[in-house]
């Protein structure tokens, strides 16, 4: 299964704290607050989980938020990217659908 994981958060040293917790889990950056887990095993996605958990929980501020939405393998080669970006090379088969 793959995850697309957005932060809003405004402390720059929490956002980066985040960023690095995701990347230390293999995530990929595909914008400033946007990372792709690919193909992440259930178990790793539990341990993503309680680091960000740890990390976020009780720093959050009102309208801040860390969002992980699922996407399933076979959805990948529909998504559709409008500009430069490098998710094409986060999925095994790359998504078809370019607007440069």
């Known amino acids: 299964m793959h995850y697309v994981i957005t932060y809003d ?3 720059d040293r929490l956002r980066t704290q985040t960023a690095k917790v995701l990347q230390r889990f293999g995530c990929a ?3 400033k607050s946007v990372f792709v ?3 992440l095993e259930k178990r790793y ?3 993503l989980q309680t680091a960000l958990h740890q990390l976020l ?3 959050l501020k009102p309208g801040e938020s860390l969002l992980v ?3 399933r393998h076979e959805h990948a080669p ?3 990217v409008l500009g430069h970006n490098n998710i094409l090379t ?3 088969d790359p998504p078809r659908k370019t607007l440069l």
């Open 78 to 80: 529909e998504i559709f």
């Open 90 to 92: 986060t999925f095994d």
């Open 9 to 11: 958060i405004e402390d």
């Open 37 to 39: 887990a690919a193909q």
């Open 69 to 71: 939405f699922p996407l």
């Open 57 to 59: 929980a009780k720093r």
């Open 29 to 31: 950056r595909v914008q």
């Open 45 to 47: 996605l539990l341990q």
